[in-house]
């Protein structure tokens, strides 16, 4: 053992920076993952959203009227599922069944990719006449920067921040409406 070997290796302190480096780019990606999966559920309503009005075009082309309701009616929202769609406005005939059963023959069920319960979800309502219907997805957008100011409904958020969070007292929706609801539902 002369004083002329040497041995190779790291020191602690190029192992620890090597380490702190390591873990810093983790959470950078951690970080724009995140923000990646958000952008994805967004580009799914969306799409969802297009795919729901295509559906409605199909069913009016088929029946002369867009499905009728007498309340709020959803695919996916455990508080409004079970409302029927009827034969004549503002609920009056006969119950045709769900949303979902009502448009099985245009589209297969919709849900939010992200299911919140309770009374959020891909909402719709037609109590007006046969040419007018609004769909609305109520508390599932996560950022509404995603999405075009046109479809954040006046009526249930006037302001959003950099985040996509609504700061207006409201809550976080997107809408497409027609008729009677083409500005907000």
């Given at each position: 053992m002369g004083h002329g070997s040497s041995t190779k290796g790291f020191t602690l302190i190029e192992l620890l920076v090597v380490i702190a480096i390591i873990g810093l780019l983790a959470s950078i990606i951690l970080v724009s993952l995140g923000s990646a999966r958000t952008k994805s559920r967004d580009a799914k309503?969306?799409?969802?959203?297009?795919?729901?009005?295509?559906?409605?075009?199909?069913?009016?082309?088929?029946?002369?009227h867009y499905p009728y309701t007498n309340s709020?009616?959803?695919?996916?929202?455990?508080?409004?599922?079970?409302?029927?769609?009827?034969?004549?406005?503002n609920g009056t005939g006969s119950a045709l069944g769900t949303l979902t059963q009502a448009m099985a023959p245009y589209i297969g069920a919709l849900a939010?990719?992200?299911n919140l319960g309770t009374d959020s979800g891909y909402l719709y309502i037609n109590m007006g006449g046969a040419n007018d219907y609004c769909i609305l997805f109520w508390r599932t957008p996560e950022n509404l920067n995603d999405f075009p100011?046109?479809?954040?409904?006046?009526?249930?958020?006037t302001a959003w921040n950099s985040s996509g969070q609504c700061t207006s007292g409201g809550t976080n929706a997107i809408f497409y409406g027609?008729?009677?609801?083409?500005?907000g539902c």
């Amino acid at each position: 053992m002369g004083h002329g070997s040497s041995t190779k290796g790291f020191t602690l302190i190029e192992l620890l920076v090597v380490i702190a480096i390591i873990g810093l780019l983790a959470s950078i990606i951690l970080v724009s993952l995140g923000s990646a999966r958000t952008k994805s559920r967004d580009a799914k309503r969306a799409a969802d959203l297009k795919d729901f009005e295509t559906a409605l075009e199909l069913y009016y082309s088929d029946n002369g009227h867009y499905p009728y309701t007498n309340s709020w009616t959803s695919f996916d929202s455990p508080q409004y599922s079970s409302n029927p769609i009827y034969s004549g406005p503002n609920g009056t005939g006969s119950a045709l069944g769900t949303l979902t059963q009502a448009m099985a023959p245009y589209i297969g069920a919709l849900a939010d990719p992200r299911n919140l319960g309770t009374d959020s979800g891909y909402l719709y309502i037609n109590m007006g006449g046969a040419n007018d219907y609004c769909i609305l997805f109520w508390r599932t957008p996560e950022n509404l920067n995603d999405f075009p100011s046109y479809m954040v409904p006046a009526t249930r958020c006037t302001a959003w921040n950099s985040s996509g969070q609504c700061t207006s007292g409201g809550t976080n929706a997107i809408f497409y409406g027609v008729g009677a609801y083409a500005t907000g539902c």
